[in-house]
């Protein structure tokens, strides 16, 4: 059962239904108990049923699932006919579904590359527009928010060329869409996100597994919580004022150039040296 919202009122999105896609684990499971301790309804999507069944189960009320992959433009379809037969409404698709592998940019096989674009890019319109087409487009009145979930950082990622990319179409997708669809109510918001501490995580190499919260200035992982808070606060009308925007939630990764502390220059403790003080003061 998802417990009360830590942070926000219980009736903060009554009323609404969601799409989650990749809700049946880690970060999309973890959205989904937010939504649903806010008062919305949510309907979870992904491949695996099995996965879906026991989340919609865990999570009680208000909490179903349709299985389906979010690349078939037929499944998606079936996922958003699914949810608007038993709400009668869509008000918020989250963009979760997603991933990549771990690969030096040299090694991207062309098939990966494609698999990894293919999941990204085109899972993440199709699933939009078929929302969009259904529920929204051209129907005064209608409307709902769109949260893509993508990566930070944005300065270039190590082995991650491939998603870097995808990524970046994405996010550009979330601006262009907010201006096309704007009158037709349609707000689309990306959450750029860092490094979490979730078992998917853990598919990395093992060094990149250690080393990563110590990888950025916040100096830890995201808690899955907080993403959840993320796309609560996306999902809820103040979403629609940060329509086109990207929100990076990621210990700061975004606001500098490669690992913190900087290894080049600080000391065996991390202490980064400060500069000698001018000998005189200037006149
Ligand atoms: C510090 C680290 C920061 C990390 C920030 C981000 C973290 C996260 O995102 S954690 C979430 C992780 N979750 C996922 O990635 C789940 C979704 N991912 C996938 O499903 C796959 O990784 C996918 C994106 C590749 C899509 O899978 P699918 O379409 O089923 O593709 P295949 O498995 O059939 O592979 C196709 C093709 O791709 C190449 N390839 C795939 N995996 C690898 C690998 N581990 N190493 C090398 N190459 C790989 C390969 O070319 C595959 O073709 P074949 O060789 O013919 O199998
Ligand atoms: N964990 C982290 O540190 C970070 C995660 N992210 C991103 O956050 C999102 C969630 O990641 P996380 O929860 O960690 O990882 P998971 O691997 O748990 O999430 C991926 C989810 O997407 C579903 N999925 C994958 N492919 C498809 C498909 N073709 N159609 C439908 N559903 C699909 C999976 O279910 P199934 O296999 O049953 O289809 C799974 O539930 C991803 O986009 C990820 O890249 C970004 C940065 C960091």
Known sequence: MAGPSEIFRPDLLAGRVAIVTGGGTNLGRQATAELLACGAQVVIAGRREEVLAATADELGEGCSYVSGDVRERADADRIVGGALD???RL????????????????AIAAKGW?????????GTMTMTHA????????RPGAGGTVINVTVSPHHGMPAMAHTGAARAAVEALT????????????????????????ESLRKYPEIVVRQAARSVPLQR?????EFAWLVAFLASPVGHGLSGTTVTLDGAADNWWGAWPPELIADDEGTVPTEARRAEPPA
């Open 221 to 225: 992982l995201g808690r899955m919580q």
């Open 91 to 106: 008000d918020v698709l989250v963009n979760n579904a997603g991933g990549q592998y771990f690969v030096p940019a040299e």
């Open 86 to 88: 038993r709400h009668g």
């Open 131 to 138: 929302v969009a087409e259904a529920a929204w487009l051209g």
């Open 114 to 122: 494609r698999a990894v674009m293919r999941l990204n890019v085109e």
């Open 175 to 198: 601006a262009e869409l907010a201006e096309r669809w704007r009158e037709d109510g349609v707000a689309l918001v990306a959450a750029a996100i860092g490094r979490f501490d979730t």
